[in-house]
């Protein structure tokens, strides 16, 4: 088989040979969207590490003016007006060519399934920022309605069927992951024939044992980031670069 100097060609004819793709993605891809990154060089905690202690479920649960404060920083967020890049819409076409398994993502931002994801095939460990969960009965509900509350005078709105705290139904520090969750992800890596990570630093466990799981399930490794990771050593194949323009240049038709 021909070779290539180009890193780019190399990694887009194993993404063209592969039928079971896996795809993990991280802040990265959605940093092009304009949602900052929580771990990067510019990232919030890197900048703000008390930001970080107050993310703690701990705090949260036990100090009213730390989910104060969490709601009033809701409100603002960028992420609510961030629309899906270039890097989002290359997935959704790897999709439509019938090679993606799952769509694994440490994102709560939910700009997969708005790009055209289908829900079913995108495993969010991190759970998402456009729902809330009741801490005391698990009852789930869309975040627009409690943010509607906080804009009409609620500093700390509370669950409406048992009124217990409400919180993001994202994964918090100190929280627990979801063990269907991360079990559904550890299974479909084990299950590729090409693990494409894109834009995570593959620093944060387990999620990040998805790529050595793969590799030692015989998948080849595809790993597209702008730093090096702690993978980079076992990846076949490692691109730097803006991720919304690689990943068009892998996954377009
Ligand atoms: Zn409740």
């Given at each position: 088989?021909?070779?290539?100097?180009?890193?780019?060609?190399?990694?887009?004819?194993?993404m063209d040979?592969?039928?079971?793709?896996?795809?993990?993605?991280?802040?990265?891809?959605?940093?092009?969207?304009?949602?900052p990154?929580?771990?990067g060089?510019?990232?919030v905690?890197t900048r703000?590490?008390?930001?970080e202690?107050?993310?703690?479920?701990?705090?949260?649960?036990?100090?009213?003016e730390?989910?104060?404060?969490?709601?009033?920083?809701?409100?603002d967020?960028?992420?609510?007006?961030?629309e899906p890049?270039?890097?989002?819409?290359?997935l959704?076409a790897?999709e439509?060519?019938?090679?993606?398994h799952?769509?694994?993502?440490?994102?709560?931002?939910?700009?997969h399934q708005?790009a055209g994801?289908s829900?079913?095939?995108?495993v969010?460990?991190?759970?998402?920022?456009?729902?809330?969960?009741c801490?005391?009965?698990?009852?789930?509900?869309?975040?627009e309605?409690a943010?509607?509350r906080?804009r009409?005078?609620?500093?700390?709105p509370?669950?409406?069927?048992?009124?217990g705290?409400?919180?993001?139904?994202?994964?918090?520090?100190?929280?627990a992951?979801?063990?269907?969750?991360?079990?559904?992800?550890?299974?479909?890596a084990?299950q590729?024939?090409?693990?494409?990570a894109?834009?995570?630093?593959?620093q944060?466990?387990?999620?990040?044992?998805?790529?050595?799981?793969?590799?030692?399930a015989?998948?080849?490794?595809v790993i597209?980031n702008?730093?090096p990771?702690?993978?980079?050593?076992i990846?076949?194949?490692?691109?730097?670069?803006?991720?919304?323009?690689?990943?068009?240049?892998?996954c377009?038709?």
């Amino acid at each position: 088989m021909a070779t290539s100097d180009d890193p780019v060609d190399d990694a887009r004819r194993r993404m063209d040979s592969a039928r079971r793709v896996v795809v993990l993605t991280g802040a990265g891809i959605s940093t092009e969207s304009g949602i900052p990154d929580f771990r990067g060089p510019r990232g919030v905690w890197t900048r703000n590490p008390a930001a970080e202690k107050q993310s703690t479920i701990q705090n949260y649960l036990a100090e009213p003016e730390v989910r104060k404060a969490a709601w009033r920083s809701r409100l603002d967020s960028p992420a609510w007006s961030a629309e899906p890049n270039a890097g989002h819409r290359a997935l959704v076409a790897l999709e439509r060519r019938g090679v993606l398994h799952a769509l694994v993502t440490q994102n709560i931002d939910e700009l997969h399934q708005r790009a055209g994801s289908s829900p079913a095939k995108v495993v969010e460990v991190h759970g998402s920022m456009r729902r809330v969960m009741c801490w005391e009965c698990g009852r789930r509900a869309p975040m627009e309605e409690a943010l509607a509350r906080v804009r009409a005078g609620e500093a700390d709105p509370h669950c409406l069927a048992c009124g217990g705290i409400l919180k993001s139904d994202t994964i918090s520090f100190g929280q627990a992951l979801v063990p269907e969750v991360i079990d559904r992800a550890l299974a479909v890596a084990g299950q590729a024939d090409l693990l494409l990570a894109v834009g995570s630093t593959l620093q944060v466990y387990p999620v990040a044992s998805v790529v050595p799981l793969a590799k030692d399930a015989g998948a080849r490794i595809v790993i597209v980031n702008n730093q090096p990771t702690p993978m980079d050593a076992i990846a076949d194949a490692l691109l730097r670069g803006p991720i919304s323009e690689v990943l068009p240049a892998l996954c377009s038709a």
